[in-house]
């Protein structure tokens, strides 16, 4: 059974770091891209940016791209993600994502159960 | 701002049909996928690629697309399909993902 398993939630001060881990099994961990979306309070799904496992390619939305690190650990097959300075306004819920690739058609067919981020002073 | 548009809020009848729609030039390129979100849950895929349906899926959910626009389609509304619905898709230049708004479906 596939299976995406992520950190518990976090309560942290503006100007903090942080690192949320997402933990696949279940399933070839390095064969398939993994990634993580924002979901800010009452609002809709953001893409982040996503990670291959197998030579850690990485992309990132341009939204994103500079506010957050997305890495990967194939050893103990967990993906990553990462804030060197937190602000208020990344309080959401982060969820990993698998993604599935066939052809031209993408998809996220396994989703983690969200990590909640708190940033509050 | 978004490249994907959903209706904020869609309403159907119990037991009737309901189209939730999505709109974006990438869709003139790329499929769109559905994502039921449930008060409180992780989203869940529901329609991928041109219309299929993961396992485990009722065959009451469908999709379809024509041009710019996507459509998920619930034939059939049940009281559990009552959630937010996301569609995604490869933005313009083929590499990243986007999202639309989301739609919040309500049945009467």
């Known amino acids: 059974e596939v299976q995406l398993v992520q950190s518990g939630a976090e309560l942290k001060k503006p100007g903090e770091s942080l690192r949320i881990s997402c933990k696949g099994s279940?399933?070839?961990?390095?064969?398939?891209?993994i990634g993580w979306v924002r979901q800010m309070p009452g609002k809709g799904l953001e893409w982040m940016g996503i990670?291959?496992?197998?030579?850690?390619?990485?992309r990132y939305s341009p939204s994103f791209q500079g506010q957050v690190t997305i890495s990967a650990d194939r050893s103990i097959t967990s993906a990553y993600l990462q804030w060197n300075n937190l602000k208020a306004s990344d309080t959401a819920i982060y969820y990993c994502?698998?993604?599935?690739?066939?052809?031209?058609?993408?998809?996220?067919?396994?989703w983690g159960q969200g990590t909640l981020v708190a940033v509050s002073s | 701002s978004s490249e994907l548009t959903q209706d904020p809020a869609v309403s159907v009848a119990l037991g009737q049909t309901v189209r939730i729609t999505c709109q974006g030039d990438s869709l003139r390129s790329y499929y769109a996928s559905w994502y039921q979100q449930k008060a409180g849950q992780a989203p869940v895929l529901v329609i991928y690629?041109?219309?299929k349906r993961p396992s485990g899926i009722p065959d009451r959910f469908s999709g379809s697309g024509s041009g710019n626009t996507a459509s998920l389609i619930i034939t059939g509304a049940r009281a559990e399909d009552e959630a937010d619905y996301h569609c995604d898709s490869r933005d313009s230049s083929g590499n990243h993902v986007v999202f639309g708004g989301g739609t919040k479906l309500t049945v009467l």
């Open positions: 279940g399933y070839s961990f390095t064969t398939y891209w």
């Open positions: 690629g041109k219309n």
């Open positions: 990670i291959y496992p197998d030579d850690s390619d990485t």
């Open positions: 994502v698998r993604q599935r690739r066939q052809g031209t058609v993408w998809y996220f067919d396994y």
